[in-house]
T-cell receptor, first 114, second 112 residues
Framework: AQSVAQPEDQVNVAEGNPLTVKCTYS??????LFWYVQYPNRGLQFLLK??????LVKGSYGFEAEFNKSQTSFHLKKPSALVSDSALYFC????????????FGTGTRLQVFP | DAGVIQSPRHEVTEMGQEVTLRCKPI?????LFWYRQTMMRGLELLIY????????DSGMPEDRFSAKMPNASFSTLKIQPSEPRDSAVYFC??????????FGSGTRLTVV
């Protein structure tokens, strides 16, 4: 069965510092991987995805993520955090060749302090 | 592109009443998903449709929940009778061919 783990409930970082939000996954085959962001009282917004090709994926708002097959990880990163990046971040996985449904992690709340 | 449209944005109802949530997916998207979000359980997939056909409803909590997609531009999620534990934010999402969901803004349901 597919699963996603986000080991940190909350990540705190000072504005201007680099940030990392961790995600590991488990699928029986090769994965499609996604990051979404949720601002208060809003729906989830797509940030980036890994489908194939370069393991380093660049997405919206300066975020990027690196697919690491050996470590089954897809950590979200940004070189310099902004206060406006504070939100809830979800990692999601879909098995290549499997069903259409995305399995989401439990979410990590990112708090960027001025 | 108006995105995925959900209505109502907020719903407050009394226990035992019927509740109907509505979703209009993005035109041309052939998959539609209903999720429920709570603090305790996070994001749960309730049901999804492909080309208007229900594919997987294993996440529907119990018989009080039902979902329909009568055509490509409309879906409903119905709860009857509603209970306080159904209080949550319900999201609809649709997907085309680009391997990514577009979510609606959600319906916040409160059952008192």
């Amino acid at each position: 069965a597919q699963s996603v783990a986000q080991p940190e409930d909350q990540v705190n970082v000072a504005e201007g510092n680099p940030l990392t939000v961790k995600c590991t996954y488990s699928v029986s085959g090769n994965p499609y991987l996604f990051w979404y962001v949720q601002y208060p009282n809003r729906g989830l917004q797509f940030l980036l995805k890994y489908i194939t090709g370069d393991n380093l994926v660049k997405g919206s708002y300066g975020f990027e993520a690196e697919f690491n097959k050996s470590q089954t990880s897809f950590h979200l990163k940004k070189p310099s955090a902004l206060v406006s990046d504070s939100a809830l971040y979800f990692c999601a996985v879909r098995e290549r060749g499997g069903t259409d449904k995305l399995i989401f992690g439990t979410g990590t709340r990112l708090q960027v302090f001025p | 592109d108006a995105g995925v449209i959900q209505s109502p944005r907020h719903e407050v109802t009394e226990m035992g009443q019927e509740v109907t949530l509505r979703c209009k997916p993005i035109s041309g998207h052939n998959s539609l998903f209903w999720y429920r979000q709570t603090m305790m359980r996070g994001l749960e997939l309730l049901i999804y449709f492909n080309n208007n056909v229900p594919i997987d409803d294993s996440g529907m909590p119990e018989d009080r929940f039902s979902a329909k997609m009568p055509n490509a531009s409309f879906s409903t999620l119905k709860i009857q009778p509603s209970e306080p534990r159904d209080s949550a934010v319900y999201f609809c999402a649709s997907e085309g061919t680009n391997y990514g969901y577009t979510f609606g803004s959600g319906t916040r349901l409160t059952v008192v």
